[in-house]
């Protein structure tokens, strides 16, 4: 059975339409609390959330459905998407919930779902899940005196900021560096500047103060030009942009030069590597990492293995093969030694120490390889048109050929959304006009098309 309400990463839509609904949550949360019920110990789930308005919709829904099902319920509050993962294992708990949308716009929102060893859900048990919200769920209530209960957790943020830090040398600080700290208006937004200010930076604070709206509005990671531009204006060290759940990020060097994923991975497995930490002999990342990264890996002796686009993916092959490192260039940071999903706090901290212990400024420390021409265009797709069947049309099949072949010593990637109505066109190779060619003429072709009707 194919999953059909999870996507890539957990259930998203906008809000207060299917499947992002009051109503959808309530069973989502009765079938996720049936499918983790065991033994006869008092179950707990965790359920944190970022600063959209609708978290507060979504957060009530889930939690009815926990506690009809005999759950009690531990409400985090606004917390990054990683805090989550960690306090599900620290706190015990059979389950953990993030309410999220990530980089999206305040009108999305989403959820995501943890075991109780902090690792996102297979796509065996979001099936699992599925199967139950299809079916009628009343055998699975809990009697009278079985219901759950719910409370506040006022110490969640900080409890996260002391696993954070602890995972930095001892004795090791920030004294003497000053660094830009946009948190998206999103769920970071108190525990990283705390962080970053424990540690001896002096911070510059941006995109801390959500309204329920502004989260990732001209902020954050998907709009790292700002921070750039303050950078340079206040004379900071470096620039550090979360995005909206904190599972991610980019950075600006003293220069305001955008560092992305593959950037910040090089820069961990070069050090990792020389200490002998780096585990795997190399790095797992996305199709959509530079082909500059894959070459800079093998002229050290390390190797690129790559996934399907994702950071489940990432990590369900990081566990598999024994890699400790890994991420994509949207930047997603997967470090297993210390978190249980991408963490962009934690990356953030590993570029400080770096740039610390070098001397050396964030444009000499980040900047690792030298990234060949790439280029990313969506196309968007008229509603109701089922990507998988566009792309597997003739037309189609012969255009993304002939690409591949004048492409030659390059890469093409096509591939359809997981959380949106585009299709993705990337190509990259050591020719920049090849490559835009290449590009727009795929998404004319690919926009020009007979749409496909979902089956």
């Known amino acids: 059975m194919a999953r059909k309400l999870f996507g890539t990463d957990g259930v998203r839509g906008r809000a207060n339409l299917e499947p992002m609904t009051a109503d959808t949550a309530l069973r989502l949360g009765m079938a996720a609390g049936a499918r983790f019920v065991r033994g006869d110990h008092r179950h707990q789930v965790v359920i ?17 459905g926990f506690l009809s099902i005999g759950m009690d319920v531990l409400l985090l509050g606004p917390v990054p998407t990683p805090a989550v993962g960690y306090l599900t294992r620290s706190m015990r708990a059979d389950i953990g919930v993030m309410i999220s949308a990530s980089h999206n716009p305040f009108h999305d929102n989403g959820v995501k779902f943890f075991g109780p060893d902090g690792f996102k859900l297979s ?24 219901l759950g209960r ?22 090791l600080t920030f004294d003497g560096l000053t660094v830009a700290l946009d948190c998206a208006n999103g769920a970071a937004y108190k525990v990283a500047p705390r962080v970053l200010a424990e540690l001896g930076a002096r911070v510059i604070p941006l995109g801390v103060a959500p309204d329920g709206f502004n989260i990732n509005q001209e902020c954050g990671s998907t709009f790292p030009g700002v921070l750039a531009e303050i950078v340079q204006e206040r004379g900071a060290d470096i620039g550090i942009a979360l995005d909206g759940d904190a599972d991610r990020l980019v950075l600006s060097s003293e220069r305001g030069e955008i560092i992305d994923g593959d950037q910040i991975m090089a820069t961990i497995a070069d050090i990792w590597a020389d200490e002998g930490r780096l585990r ?45 490192l890994g991420g994509e260039q949207s930047g997603h940071l997967i470090m297993t030694d210390v978190a249980t999903t991408g963490d962009g706090l934690l990356a953030a901290l590993q570029v400080l120490a770096a740039v610390q212990q070098a001397g050396r400024p964030v444009s000499e ?11 990313l265009r969506n196309v968007q797709l008229a509603p109701g048109t089922n990507a998988s069947r566009l792309l597997g049309t003739t037309p189609i099949k012969a255009a993304l050929a002939a690409a591949e072949t004048r492409l030659s010593g390059g890469r093409l990637v096509v591939r359809k959304s997981g959380t949106e109505p585009l299709i ?12 835009e060619s290449v590009v727009a003429e795929l998404c004319r072709t690919i926009g020009q098309a007979e749409p496909q009707a979902a089956e």
Not at 51 to 59: A, H, Q
Not at 293 to 306: C, D, F, S, T
Not at 424 to 435: C, P, Q
């Open 150 to 171: 719910a409370q506040r957790i006022d110490d969640a943020g900080g409890r996260y900021i002391e696993a954070v830090k602890a995972s930095l040398p001892r004795g």
């Open 123 to 146: 796509d065996q048990i979001e099936i699992e899940i599925e199967q139950l919200m299809a079916n009628d769920l009343a055998g699975h209530r809990a009697e009278s005196r079985a």
């Open 365 to 375: 420390v980040c900047r690792r390889f030298r990234p060949v021409p790439q280029l």
């Open 280 to 324: 795997g002999g190399g790095v797992v990342a996305t199709q959509m990492s530079n082909l500059g990264l894959e070459r800079h890996l093998q002229a050290r002796g390390l190797h690129l293995e790559r996934t399907a686009v994702g950071d489940r993916y990432v990590l369900e092959r990081m566990r598999e093969a024994g890699y400790n």
């Open 48 to 64: 944190g959330k970022d600063t959209r308005l609708s978290g507060y919709m979504i957060e009530q829904a889930l939690t009815a």
């Open 424 to 435: 993705r066109v990337m190509a990259e190779g050591d020719d920049a006009r090849l490559v």
